[in-house]
């Protein structure tokens, strides 16, 4: 097959090619084959733009949709058929997935799309990552170059997913004044639009939520065959799964490369995709590999191979695990071959001059180095370490509330000693921004992770980063020292936590977060 000849996968030539000799179909299998080769069109030039927004990144242009066609042939197999209808959709699918990999999708300025307040809290958290220091208001104003480019390129590739989405009925003004969209057909858009651009967007979301999104199929229109329905989860799924196993030489071409120059991480992309083969289905494994070897110099690229190809395989095997567990007709790609271990993953990377050990940094006993780095070696025996760190962090909520409440005038932190049943409980109280149920699970045990410094803020309380907060704590052990100061039994939590719906939290509690500590 021709380097990215969409037309001539197996997908396409079943579904929307034109038939030889009598189609009773042909009427309406033409407006969809013709209504997909002027999207295509219309959409290369608009994927071209996204080397101007993100040069460092791989191949996301035309030639990237169209290898979609072919590895979505790879993972469906013989397992999963598709009529005309859905592979159209699919196909259009594809088109929209990446197209907002650049400013030109937008229509105008990536600062301008997030808004003013989702902006300034991606600079606030990107110049504490790279100067190791919050910064001033004004220095927001007026970023250095080098954050801005950093957080042009972050915003895009957190927002592209629901940007895409938004494509689907975004236009343009041409020069004379007319309105220019990718999709003109007005009854396909009307009729698959939303489905397309609720697909395109879903590339990005956690697999357990597709089944919740795509559990309902799409009938035919009138002016279709009755059997020509959508069973949108199998899109969502062969979408997702297309598109992660599309990684070969044909996304990282060696004098792009040359050209390009990137750096960073990027560039260790950049060189082991350029020496990887066109993935291959044998049995149910998606199966990668590399005719030149990697020489020493190389190893950081092998290795980030390995994890790459690890990440791949965790996403066919959740996808076909999702499907299992509905009862849904499984697709054929299931796994990747050879990622369980680095000597079998150099069978298909072969390294040259260097022999790859797995000497990934193992701790069998965590709670033991948490007692060494967050107890009393960091802190002491001294019992007056952990009513600090608990006032702290209260302040901190406290000020954080104050930081998105302009205004709030009722900051309250309240300590207090009770006995229950016979012990002496310390509670520290306050009626700060308090805590989710992902960071009580997640971020609160997450040792050395402090929260405040987290890109997971800007989603969890937009406008804080960038509204002149300033956290007490940085390295994410307060908490521990509660739990593990040896003059301060602290809390004991359970391997296993139960949560009940907000709406059924004590009234005074919903606006709180507290720490209780039990007293010797």
């Not at 000799?21 to 733009?49: F, N």
């Not at 065959?225 to 297309?242: E, F, G, S, V, Y």
Request: net charge negative.
């Amino acid at each position: 097959m021709p380097e990215h000849d969409y037309t001539s996968t197996s997908l396409r030539q079943k579904t929307l090619a034109t038939r030889s000799g009598d189609d009773p179909q042909a009427e309406q299998r033409e407006r969809l084959r013709s209504s997909y080769v002027e999207l295509r069109k219309k959409a290369a030039v608009l994927l071209q733009e996204n080397a101007r927004s993100m040069p460092d990144f791989t191949v996301h242009d035309i030639t990237h949709v169209d290898a979609l066609w072919e590895t979505a042939d790879l993972v469906c197999g013989n397992a999963v058929k598709l009529n005309p209808a859905e592979a159209y959709v699919l196909g259009c699918a594809f088109v929209f997935h990446d197209a907002a990999m650049g400013e030109a999708a937008y229509g105008r300025s990536v600062p301008d799309s997030l808004g003013e307040e989702r902006w300034r809290d991606l600079l606030s958290v990107a110049y504490y990552h790279q100067k190791g220091c919050w910064q001033d208001q004004e220095q927001l104003d007026d970023p250095p170059a080098e954050i801005a480019a950093a957080c042009r390129a972050a915003a895009i590739r957190e927002s592209h997913a629901e940007q895409a989405r938004r494509l689907v009925d975004q236009s343009w003004r041409s020069s004379t004044g007319h309105e220019i969209r990718l999709m003109e057909d007005v009854l396909l858009r009307e009729a698959y639009g939303p489905l397309i651009g609720n697909l395109a967007a879903s590339h990005w979301w956690p697999v357990d939520r597709l089944a919740g999104e795509f559990r309902r199929e799409s009938g035919s229109w009138p002016w279709q065959p009755r059997d020509w329905t959508i069973d949108q989860l199998k899109l969502a799924c062969i979408l997702r799964l297309a598109d992660v196993t599309q990684i070969d030489g044909r996304r990282a071409p060696t004098l792009l490369f040359a050209l390009r120059n990137p750096q960073g991480l990027s560039r260790e992309h950049w060189r082991f995709q350029t020496h990887v083969s066109r993935p291959d289905l044998n049995g149910d494994r998606v199966t990668y590999s590399s005719a030149r070897p990697f020489l020493p110099e190389d190893a950081p690229s092998w290795w980030l191979a390995l994890d790459y190809l690890r990440g791949i395989d965790q996403e066919l095997k959740a996808v076909d695990a999702l499907l299992h567990d509905l009862g849904l007709k499984r697709l054929a790609a299931r796994a990747v071959a050879g990622v369980d271990s680095p000597e079998r993953f150099a069978d298909h990377f072969p390294a040259q001059g260097w022999r790859p050990i797995d000497a990934t940094v193992k701790v069998s006993d965590i709670p033991a180095l948490v007692r060494s780095l967050g107890g009393e070696q960091l802190y002491g025996d001294d019992p007056e370490a952990a009513v600090r760190e608990l006032i702290q962090n209260a302040q901190d909520a406290v000020r954080a509330r104050q930081a998105l409440q302009p205004g709030f005038p009722d900051g309250r932190i309240e300590i207090r000693l009770s006995q229950i049943d016979g012990s002496w409980y310390l509670e520290v109280r306050d009626n700060g921004v308090g805590m989710d149920e992902e960071t009580l699970i997640h971020g609160l045990l997450d040792f050395g992770n402090s929260s405040w410094s987290s890109p997971d803020i800007r989603n969890r309380l937009p406008g804080l980063a960038g509204g002149g907060f300033t956290p007490s704590g940085r390295f994410g052990i307060g908490f521990f020292s509660v739990t593990l100061c040896p003059s301060t039994p602290g809390i004991r939590l359970p391997p296993k936590a139960m949560f009940w719906p907000r709406s059924r939290w004590p009234p005074e509690s919903r606006t709180r977060s507290s720490t209780v500590s039990t007293l010797s």
